[in-house]
């Protein structure tokens, strides 16, 4: 079965500050790789997805995300944080195969100081 | 488009008593999905409708949680009886069907079990 690891619980940055949350994930073959965001009392908005190809994807609000094979990891990057960022950002993943079932990591809470 | 709506956006109820979530999808959305979103974690799945027929219901507690969807369109949830444990945020998602087809999720109802 798939799993995603999100090593980080909590992550504090400063305003215009570069930011990469990590996600690592297992699974036997090539998954699909989804980052989302949810902001308080809001569900999930989708930021980005890898399927295949490019291994350097590029999402919604200025974030990517680079699928690194070899590291089994999907980390999301911003080059500079707004205040609008702070939120919490999940890293899914989903089986091409038959392991179809969408399985987040515990998510990433991001604070950004002023 | 709409997005998808859920309803009601809060609840709150006694152990042993029972509860409805309802939820509308995204028009054309042939795949509907509810997770239970326990504070601190990621959501996970407690069942999948492919139209109006149940594709996975493996973490669903059978016991006491049910679900269906009336002609492949909305779907209820339901809780009865309700224990503490019960207490997240059910979210309700939908997408096109297939495992590369992102979830477009819903705000969510907030439980709260007294």
């Known amino acids: 079965a798939q799993s995603v690891t999100q090593p980080d619980i909590h992550i504090t940055v400063s305003e215009g500050a570069s930011l990469e949350l990590r996600c690592n994930y297992s699974?036997?073959?090539?998954?699909?790789l989804f980052w989302y965001v949810q902001s308080p009392g809001q569900g999930l908005q989708l930021l980005l997805k890898y399927f295949s190809g490019d291994t350097l994807v590029q999402g919604i609000k200025g974030f990517e995300a680079e699928f690194k094979r070899s590291q089994s990891s999907f980390n999301l990057r911003k080059p500079s944080v707004h205040w609008s960022d702070a939120a919490e950002y999940f890293c899914?993943?989903?089986?091409?195969?038959?392991?179809?079932?969408?399985?987040f990591g515990s998510g990433t809470q991001l604070t950004v100081l002023p | 488009e709409a997005g998808v709506a859920q309803s009601p956006r809060y609840k709150i109820i006694e152990k042993r008593q029972s509860v409805a979530f309802w939820c509308n999808p995204i028009?054309?959305?042939?795949?509907l999905y509810w997770y239970q979103q326990i504070l601190g974690q990621g959501p996970k799945l407690l069942i999948q409708?492919?139209?109006?027929?149940?594709?996975?219901d493996s973490q669903l507690p059978k016991d006491r949680f049910s679900a269906e969807r009336l002609k492949g369109v909305d779907s209820t949830l339901k809780i009865q009886p309700a224990k503490l444990e019960d207490s997240a945020v059910y979210l309700c998602?939908?997408?096109?069907?297939?495992?590369?087809?992102?979830?477009?999720f819903g705000d969510g109802t907030r439980l709260s079990i007294l």
């Open positions: 409708f492919q139209n109006n027929g149940v594709v996975d």
């Open positions: 998602a939908s997408s096109l069907g297939g495992s590369n087809q992102p979830q477009h």
């Open positions: 899914a993943v989903v089986g091409s195969g038959s392991a179809r079932q969408l399985t």
């Open positions: 699974y036997g073959a090539t998954p699909y």
């Open positions: 028009s054309g959305h042939a795949t």
